[in-house]
């Protein structure tokens, strides 16, 4: 696609339930990255999917949160058991080169919304 | 701990006011700083700065890094309210991922 495409847009859930995100990054870009804005704070890092290399999962927060890519295009975040502490906008961005040089792409995000 | 402090955190300006916003910054292995601004949801990139005392400039939005003294500044004249956002400030770091700052949010009121 022309851009990183995010879903859903928004989405709200039930304290102790499952969500899954989705990101669908430029054609050709072989890094995509997951981030993390709560209201009022910067962005931050979740994890790194870099081509057939292992993820950098450093930093997620804890167990409940873990990320696929599959084929090297769309990755999926999945949140178990979700807490109030998730509320928060996901952001996927992707790059094109095999090291960070830089510029990231980012879609619009996912408002996620825990009850 | 990479880490990047933003300031102000908000700012409220006129039209037409010149601001400057600031970027400082601790990491190892530095690579560069970028710019990014944040309207609504997805933030779009401004500048990369690598080398200290070069200026990039964009129209009426420019940015200046200082290695030595570990800061950035991003400079933005004859203000709009379409400059009103959220301007992010990230640094590279060796081989990790971008380290964002909390951001500085711009209102310009006419």
């Known amino acids: 696609g022309a851009g990183v495409s995010q879903s859903p847009s928004n989405k709200v859930t039930e304290k102790g339930k499952d969500v899954e995100l989705r990101c669908d990054p430029i054609?050709?870009?072989?890094?995509l990255y997951w981030y993390r804005q709560s209201l009022g704070q910067g962005l931050e890092f979740l994890i790194y999917?870099?081509?057939?290399?292992?993820?950098?999962k450093s930093g997620l927060p804890s167990d409940r949160f873990s990320a696929e890519r599959t084929g090297g295009s769309v990755s999926t975040l999945t949140i178990q058991r979700t807490q109030q502490e998730d509320s928060a906008v996901y952001l996927c961005?992707?790059?094109?080169?095999?090291?960070?040089?830089?510029?990231?792409?980012f879609g619009e995000g996912s408002r996620l919304t825990v009850l | 701990e990479d880490k990047v402090v933003q300031s102000p955190l908000s700012l409220v300006v006129h039209e037409g006011d010149t601001v400057t916003l600031n970027c400082s910054y601790e990491?190892?292995?530095?690579?560069?700083l970028l710019w990014y601004k944040q309207e609504k949801k997805a933030p779009t990139f401004l500048f990369m700065l690598?080398?200290?005392?070069i200026e990039k400039k964009s129209g009426r939005l420019s940015s200046i890094l200082d290695k030595k003294e570990l800061f950035s500044i991003l400079n933005i004249t004859a203000t709009q309210t379409g400059d009103s956002a959220i301007y992010l400030c990230?640094?590279?770091?060796?081989?990790?991922?971008?380290?964002f700052g909390k951001g500085t949010r711009l209102s310009v009121i006419a």
């Open positions: 961005a992707s790059s094109l080169a095999a090291r960070q040089s830089g510029e990231l792409f």
């Open positions: 999917f870099q081509g057939n290399s292992a993820p950098d």
């Open positions: 690598t080398s200290s005392g």
């Open positions: 054609s050709g870009h072989t890094a």
């Open positions: 990230a640094v590279e770091p060796g081989n990790t991922p971008l380290v």
């Open positions: 990491v190892t292995n530095f690579r560069s």
